[in-house]
């Protein structure tokens, strides 16, 4: 052979091992048109572009010279939510990667596609190391897959599904698949029916195929601070009253949080304002001058509700209080964890009342809380109105929303509970409001308010059948204690008679945020 001719064939190939691209579909549905011409074709572009947006790191290519050779989709999934009873479908979203739970612990297969002209070149075997090595990466217990057994048609009629793959294994029988999966390492955990029922040469049958992460490291469990599975949360419905001082006013909320942590609850939410009575303090009559004055007490308030917390073991959402910095007025929930730290949550949506007679701005940031209780979201009043926020935090993987309101009249309060239960089946969580009654007659634009506590869930059957968990009697100043159980909301995301979560369309839109993170 000259050297000529060895130069050819050492660039007869450039292959190039990366992540799939967008613009890589039509290279993508040429190779499935060409390898499943019997069983559907390719997906639409609507799927590629869901896998491709929902999880980019997982979805690996193969390309020689410019052009996909070979392709493998992945997604991560929390398998517990599954089980090995399982369908295509179902564990993949329909192929569109609803299902990704980025903080999941398994890697599941649900593509691989090698060019039949390239089969001898073992492209496969490096999009399965590809793979390994994500999954080491990103500390992952396994991979799975369901593996379809195509040679299966051949024995159907002497040889049962089991028998078939224990062939296979002693290599009596070869299976184009099956021998693959088995020669990289995977292992057969069993033998699923119905997997791909369109798969005729499988007979509808598959095989869940498993590969151990040796290096998997998991989180060291604790015994006295493990996740809890239930939350007991307290609202206080709050009587506006006056106070002739601050030392007044904390007193009242120490008799709150004192009488919510003998029932053990986790949380004591307050509602929005709750310190308004001490508006009734300003040296002026107008309201602008009050609300200001109001904010000169929320360092003092926010010191005491904060020891509170630490004495009586409770986390408190303490409602919302004015602020000022940098010369402007903002409207800030303080959660006054247990353990001491304090975190805050910015009303975003001043009301026109709030902007025209407090100059009052909205704040910049959203984020979740982590709690020892589960994770949760607080939004003020108004915000809640606004369903793009809610969805922003469900994606952060909120279970609890709080939401402290302070409304005047019933239809000023009905905005606000209608929308917090739309949120709650929206975003399948569960929603606790809470706010203020009684009045304030020295307080001028406050002197009344309307109000009743309550907490709604999802709307299917693991929940109540009109989705609320329970609620105070209007205008009475109360406290509301429920028990709400953390794991039907996981549960319901995979096994809802509806699936709000999973089957929302990524591939046609989404929800971003754009504002400042810091």
């Not at 074709?41 to 996909?68: H, L, M, R």
């Not at 009586?312 to 303490?318: G, L, V």
């Not at 940098?326 to 304090?342: A, F, H, M, P, W």
């Not at 009303?347 to 100059?359: A, C, F, G, V």
Request: charged fraction near 25%.
């Amino acid at each position: 052979m000259s050297q000529d001719q060895t130069q050819i064939e050492e660039t007869e190939h450039h292959l190039d091992l990366r992540n799939l691209r967008l613009d890589d579909y039509n290279d993508v549905k040429a190779l499935m048109d060409k390898v499943y011409a019997n069983v559907g074709g390719a997906w639409p572009y609507s799927n590629y572009k869901a896998q491709v947006t929902t999880f980019p790191e997982g979805q690996i290519c193969i390309e020689d010279k410019g052009k996909v050779v070979a392709f493998a989709i992945s997604v991560i999934v929390d398998y517990d939510q599954f089980g090995d009873k399982h369908s295509y479908d179902e564990i993949t979203g329909d192929a569109y990667l609803t299902t990704h739970d980025p903080n999941g612990d398994v890697l599941y297969g649900v593509e691989v596609i090698v060019c039949p002209e390239y089969r001898g070149l073992r492209l496969g075997r490096r999009l399965y190391e590809a793979r390994k090595e994500l999954c080491r990466n990103l500390n992952l217990k396994s991979i799975m897959a369901g593996g379809r057994i195509p040679n299966y048609r051949n024995y159907a009629d002497e040889l049962s599904p089991y028998e078939y793959i224990e062939q296979v294994k002693l290599k009596d029988i070869y299976d184009p698949i099956l021998t693959f999966q088995l020669s990289n390492g995977f292992e057969v955990k069993q033998v699923m029916t119905a997997y791909l029922p369109e798969d005729e040469a499988s007979k509808g049958y598959a095989t869940l195929l498993q590969w151990h992460n040796i290096y998997y490291e998991p989180g060291t469990p604790s015994l006295i601070a493990s996740r809890k599975s239930s939350a007991r949360i307290g609202c206080i419905q709050w009587q506006m009253r006056y106070f002739n001082n601050v030392e007044e006013l904390l007193q009242q909320v120490e008799y709150f949080v004192d009488a919510l942590s003998d029932y053990s609850c986790d949380v004591a939410l307050f509602p929005e304002f709750f310190n308004a009575p001490l508006m009734g303090l300003s040296p002026s009559d107008s309201s602008i001058d009050a609300i200001w004055h109001l904010a000169t007490y929320t360092d003092e308030i926010l010191t005491a509700v904060s020891h509170l917390a630490v004495s009586y073991n409770i986390t408190i959402i303490a409602g919302s209080m004015p602020v000022v910095e940098d010369e402007q007025l903002y409207n800030v929930s303080y959660i006054c964890k247990r353990d001491g730290t304090i975190e805050s949550q910015y009303k975003l949506h001043p009301t026109p009342h709030e902007k025209e007679d407090w100059i009052m701005k909205g704040g910049n940031s959203l984020k979740t809380f982590d709690t020892d209780f589960g994770k949760i979201g607080v939004l003020i009043c108004y915000d809640v109105e606004f369903p793009e926020l809610a969805r922003i935090l469900s994606d952060q993987e909120m279970q609890i929303l709080f939401v402290p309101f302070w409304t005047d009249t019933k239809n000023g309060y009905l905005r606000v509970r209608r929308c917090a239960q739309a949120r709650a089946i929206e975003n399948e969580c569960y929603v606790a409001i809470a706010g203020s009654v009684g009045n304030l007659p020295k307080v001028d634009n406050v002197d009344i308010q309307y109000g009743q506590t309550a907490v709604f869930s999802p709307s299917d059957f693991a929940f109540p059948h009109d989705a609320i968990v329970s609620e105070t009697t209007p205008n009475t100043e109360m406290t509301l204690i429920v028990d709400l159980d953390l794991d039907k909301l996981t549960k319901l995301q995979n096994e809802g008679s509806v699936r709000n979560y999973l089957d929302r369309r990524r591939d046609l839109y989404r929800v971003e945020w754009i504002g400042d993170k810091n």
